[in-house]
Each structure stands twice: as C-alpha cells, then as structure tokens.
Nanobody, 128 residues
Framework: QVQLLESGGGSAEVGGSLRLSCAAS????????MAWFRQTPGNGREGVAS?????????NYADSVKGRFTISRDNDKNMMYLQMTALKPEDTAIYYC????????????????????WGLGTQVTVTS
C-alpha cells in the first residue's frame, strides 16, 4: 500500500518562498507518477506539478506556476519536493501530494481523477 505524507506548509509573504516535502512509502512501481495538487474552498483540486519517480524526471507544470515552482525528487529517501518561489496570494491553498502507478497519457498528467493515492494535505498561506 502506498502512503504519502506532506510537510513544509505554512505562511509566507508575497514574493517569498516555501518548500513542500512529500514522504512516500510502499512499492515504487505503484507510485511511478507523482504530483502536487492544490485546492481552495469551493473548488476542485488543481494540478500544480508532476514528475515520474523512476527513470527520467519528466517534470510538468501548470501554466500558473511555471518559472516559479520547481518539482524534484530524492529516490534514495523516497521524497518528492515542491520548491515554491515568488509566491502570490493566489497560491494560497491546501497542497496535496498524489501518486499513481500509471501509465498516464500526457494530457492526464495533472488531472486529479487519474491519481489513486493521496496525502492529507498541507496548508500554504501567502500574505500581502
């Protein structure tokens, strides 16, 4: 069984930075595709960034975070990260780590309904 645990959320000022971490456990082949999603009250989960945990990284980003957020992994530690810089108030959300065995088609890579495993989320608040 795959388990995911996010950490690193908190508050930051506009223009500031935060780094989120996702600790993953369970068979690697069951969580080959991993991603970060975010959700605000009354809205669905929005795909933020994704990668492939084994082999080529193949990072993908939502247009809203390109150039500001960086997704990465540490295979030895079974960790995935999201480095967030140049934060904006609209980045305020609960951020979730997600994983799925796959394979995923490219246009499915940031769709929440394609992911099987989810963490509990971590709150990110950007203040002005």
């Amino acid at each position: 069984q795959v388990q995911l645990l996010e950490s690193g959320g908190g508050s930051a000022e506009v223009g500031g930075s935060l780094r989120l971490s996702c600790a993953a456990s369970g068979p690697t082949f069951m969580r080959k595709y991993m991603a970060w999603f975010r959700q605000t009250p009354g809205n669905g989960r929005e795909g933020v960034a994704s990668l492939i945990f084994t082999g080529s990284l193949n990072p993908n980003y939502a247009d809203s975070v390109k150039g500001r957020f960086t997704i990465s992994r540490d295979n030895d530690k079974n960790m995935m990260y999201l480095q967030m810089t140049a934060l904006k108030p609209e980045d305020t959300a609960i951020y979730y780590c997600a994983a799925v065995q796959g394979p995923l088609l490219p246009f499915h890579i940031l769709r929440s309904n394609k992911y099987t495993y989810w963490g509990l989320g971590t709150q990110v608040t950007v203040t002005s």
